[in-house]
C-alpha cells in the first residue's frame, strides 16, 4: 500500500493506529522472527542433536515472550508519539529476536556447552538442561549489560571507530548469517534457490511482483509447497521430513533456574557482552533513523525497552535476545503505523506458548527460510562498508577474519566431522610449539570481541592515531592474557594462564608479548614526523 493510499485512509483528528499497511509489515517482522526461531532450533536440534522438547518447550515460550513484551512497550509507545504530536502517521519501532546473536549464541554457546556436558558424562536431557540454565544466565547477564550500556551507549559509539562495531557485526554477517545459511540452500538447491531467487528480487533488487503481492511471504509459500510435493518423491535434494504435527505447549513462567547456570555462563561473557553491546549502539542507530524518517522516539526509551525485554525473555526461559529492528522508515515506506508491531508481537508471544510457532517452525523447511538471513546477512555487510568512512574499508575487512577462525573451530570440534581423539591430538601436535589448530581455536574464541578491538585498531591506525591504536593493542594484550580473547581452551574458557598445560600454555604469553611488542612498536613510530602528516586519500578511496 502507498503512502497516499494510506493518507486517504485517514480522518482530520482522528487516530488510526491500525490500517491496511500493517498487514505487510507483520508478514515481514512475523518472518523475520519465525526465521531466526527456525536456525535456533535448527542448528540445536540437527546440528547439536539436542531434545527438541526442550527447545520447543523450554527455550521457546520465554525467548517468544521477549518479543511480545517488547512489541506491546513500542505499539504503546507509537501511540503516545502519534498523540503527542498530533501526527496519525507514526510507524511503531520494529522490534523481534536479534539474528546475529542468537546464531551466534547457539553456534558458540548453547552448542559447545551441551557437547562439553555430555563428554563429562551427562545424559542428553540433563545436558540440555543445564544448557538451558545457561543459556538463560547469559540472557540475564545481557540484559545486565544492556540496561547499562542505554545510558552510556553513545559514548560507546562516539569511541570506538565504526569500523570495530559495525566491522564486528559484518563478519557475522558473512560467515554466520550468509555461509551457513548457503549451505542450507544448497542442501535442498531446488526448493531452496527457488525461495532465494524470489527473496533477491523483491528485497535486494526491489522489483515488485504482480498485484504487489509480498515478496517474503510469496517466497517462503513457493518454498515450502514445492517441498511438500516433491520431498516425497525424493527430488528435494536432501532429507524429506513430514512434520509432527504436534503442539508443544509450555508457559513462560518466570523463574531461578538460570542462577543454576550462572557459573558456567561467566566463560562465555566474551561472548556475550559483545552481542549486547551491539544492539545497544544498534538501538540508537536505527532510533536516529526513525528521527529522520519523521519519528522523534526517544533513544534511552527505546533502548530500556529492548533490554528489559531481553532480560525477562531471560528469566522466563528465552535464550535469545530482542532487538529493534533496522528498517523502520521501509516499514513507514510500507504504510505501516502501530498495528504491525501489535499483531506480531500477539503471534509471536502467543505462539511460543501454544506451540504453534515451533510446529510452523517444523513445516518450513530451513532450505525455505534461509534466503531471509542471506539478505539480512548481504544488508549488514554493505551497511558495515557504506557506513564507515572508504578509508577504514581495510578495518572492516580485517574484523571479518576473527568470525571465519570461529567458523573453522565450530566445524572441527563436531564429533559429527571430526572425532573429539583426533580433534583433541590436533591441538597439541608433536614437535609443533603452537599446533595450527590451536592457534585456529585461539583465534576464535571471543571472536567478537577480537572482531571489534582488531577494527577499531585498524580504523585508528589508518587516521595516523598511533597512540590510540596502541591503547586498542594493550587491550587486546591484557584480554588475551587472561582468555578473555584468543583462549587456548576449546570451549573458551578465561583462565589464568599459569594454570594450562603445554602447549596450551604457550598461547597466552606469546599472544600477549606480540601485542606488547607491536604496541611499543607503534607508541614509538608516533613520534616521528612522518607517522603526524594527514593521510592524503585517492580518488575512490584508497591511499
Same mark, same amino acid.
Given at each position: ?26 508478514f515481514?517482522?512475523?518472518f ?6 527456525s536456525?535456533?532450533?535448527g542448528?540445536?536440534?540437527f ?14 515460550p520465554?525467548?517468544?515472550?521477549g ?10 509507545m ?8 498530533n ?16 546464531i551466534?549464541i ?32 547469559t ?7 544492556k ?17 570495530g562495531?559495525l566491522?564486528?557485526?559484518?563478519g ?6 550468509g ?6 540452500i544448497?542442501?535442498?538447491?531446488l526448493v ?24 517474503v511471504?510469496?517466497?517462503?509459500a513457493a ?30 513462567i ?14 562465555y ?7 549486547g ?9 536505527v ?22 525485554a531481553?532480560l ?17 522508515p521501509?516499514?513507514k515506506?510500507?504504510g505501516?503505523?502501530s ?20 510446529y ?8 525455505v ?11 549488514i555487510m ?9 578509508r577504514?574499508a ?17 566445524? !572441527?570440534?563436531n %564429533? ?6 583426533? &580433534? *583433541? =591430538?590436533?591441538?597439541? /601436535?608433536?614437535?609443533?610449539? @603452537?599446533?595450527?589448530?590451536?592457534v585456529?581455536v ?30 586498542y593493542?594493550?587491550i587486546?594484550a591484557?584480554?588475551?592474557f587472561?582468555?578473555?580473547i584468543?583462549?587456548a581452551?576449546?570451549d ?7 594454570? !594450562?598445560?603445554? %602447549?596450551?600454555?604457550?598461547v597466552?604469553y606469546? &599472544? *600477549? =608479548?606480540?601485542?606488547? /611488542?607491536l604496541a611499543?612498536? @607503534? ?15 585517492e580518488?575512490g578511496?584508497s591511499?
Amino acid at each position: 500500500m502507498s503512502n497516499q493510499q494510506t493518507a486517504a485512509l485517514d480522518e482530520p483528528g482522528k487516530l488510526k493506529w491500525f490500517v491496511l499497511g500493517d498487514i505487510n509489515g507483520f508478514f515481514g517482522l512475523m518472518f523475520d522472527n519465525m526465521t531466526v526461531l527456525s536456525f535456533l532450533a535448527g542448528i540445536l536440534i540437527f546440528g547439536f542433536q539436542f531434545p527438541a522438547e526442550i527447545v520447543f518447550k523450554r527455550m521457546f515460550p520465554g525467548t517468544a515472550f521477549g518479543v511480545l513484551f517488547g512489541d506491546l512497550v513500542y505499539t504503546w509507545m507509537a501511540v503516545r508519539l502519534a498523540k503527542k504530536t498530533n501526527n496519525p502517521r507514526v510507524t511503531a519501532m520494529p522490534l523481534g529476536l536479534d539474528t546475529p546473536s542468537t546464531i551466534g549464541i547457539a553456534l558458540a554457546v548453547l552448542g559447545p556447552a551441551f557437547l562439553a556436558l555430555k563428554a563429562k558424562g551427562m545424559s542428553p536431557d540433563d545436558a540440555a538442561m543445564m544448557t538451558w540454565y545457561i543459556g538463560m544466565a547469559t540472557m540475564v547477564m545481557i540484559g545486565i549489560v544492556k540496561v547499562i550500556f542505554s545510558f552510556i551507549g553513545q559514548w560507546v559509539q562516539r569511541v570506538v571507530p565504526q569500523a570495530g562495531l559495525l566491522g564486528s557485526l559484518a563478519g557475522i554477517g558473512l560467515i554466520l548469517l550468509g555461509f551457513i545459511p548457503l549451505v542450507e540452500i544448497f542442501g535442498m538447491p531446488l526448493v531452496g534457490m527457488i525461495a532465494l531467487g524470489l527473496i533477491l528480487y523483491t528485497l535486494v533488487a526491489r522489483i515488485k511482483l504482480p498485484k504487489n503481492l509480498p515478496g517474503v511471504l510469496v517466497a517462503v509459500a513457493a518454498g515450502t509447497i514445492l517441498y511438500y510435493i516433491l520431498g516425497p518423491m525424493g527430488l528435494v535434494g536432501g532429507t524429506y521430513a513430514a512434520p509432527s504435527g504436534v503442539l508443544h505447549f509450555g508457559l513462560p513462567i518466570p523463574t531461578l533456574g538460570f542462577l543454576k547456570g550462572f557459573i558456567e555462563a561467566l566463560k562465555y561473557l566474551p561472548i556475550a557482552i559483545p552481542f549486547g553491546i551491539l544492539t545497544v549502539v544498534g538501538g540508537i542507530n536505527v532510533t536516529e533513523s526513525a528521527r529522520v524518517a519523521g519519528d522523534d522516539f526517544k533513544t534511552r526509551d527505546i533502548l530500556l525497552t529492548e533490554a528489559f525485554a531481553t532480560l525477562i525473555a531471560g528469566v522466563c526461559g528465552g535464550v535469545a535476545q530482542s532487538t529493534p529492528y533496522i528498517g523502520q522508515p521501509a516499514y513507514k515506506h510500507m504504510g505501516c503505523r502501530s498495528g504491525y508491531t501489535l499483531l506480531t508481537g500477539l503471534f509471536i508471544g502467543l505462539g511460543g506458548i501454544f506451540g504453534y510457532v515451533g510446529y510452523i517452525v517444523e513445516l518450513i523447511p530451513r532450505a525455505v527460510i534461509a534466503p531471509i538471513l542471506i539478505f539480512v546477512a548481504l544488508d549488514i555487510m554493505c551497511q558495515a562498508f557504506m557506513a564507515c568512512p572508504a578509508r577504514h574499508a581495510p578495518a572492516v575487512a580485517f574484523a571479518y577474519l576473527p568470525t571465519v577462525a570461529r567458523l573453522i573451530q565450530i566445524k !572441527l570440534s563436531n %564429533p559429527e566431522f571430526v572425532p573429539l581423539a583426533t &580433534f *583433541t =591430538a590436533l591441538l597439541a /601436535v608433536p614437535g609443533k610449539a @603452537l599446533p595450527e589448530l590451536l592457534v585456529t581455536v585461539a583465534l576464535g574464541n571471543g571472536f567478537i570481541l577480537t572482531a571489534m578491538l582488531w577494527g577499531a585498531f585498524m580504523a585508528e591506525l589508518i587516521d595516523r592515531n598511533l597512540k590510540k591504536a596502541s591503547l586498542y593493542l594493550w587491550i587486546c594484550a591484557v584480554f588475551s592474557f587472561f582468555g578473555i580473547i584468543h583462549s587456548a581452551i576449546p570451549d573458551g574458557n578465561m583462565y589464568f594462564p599459569w594454570h !594450562l598445560t603445554s %602447549p596450551a600454555i604457550r598461547v597466552p604469553y606469546q &599472544f *600477549t =608479548a606480540a601485542y606488547v /611488542v607491536l604496541a611499543l612498536m @607503534l607508541l614509538a613510530l608516533s613520534f616521528t614526523r612522518e607517522s603526524k602528516e594527514k593521510p592524503v586519500e585517492e580518488p575512490g578511496g584508497s591511499f
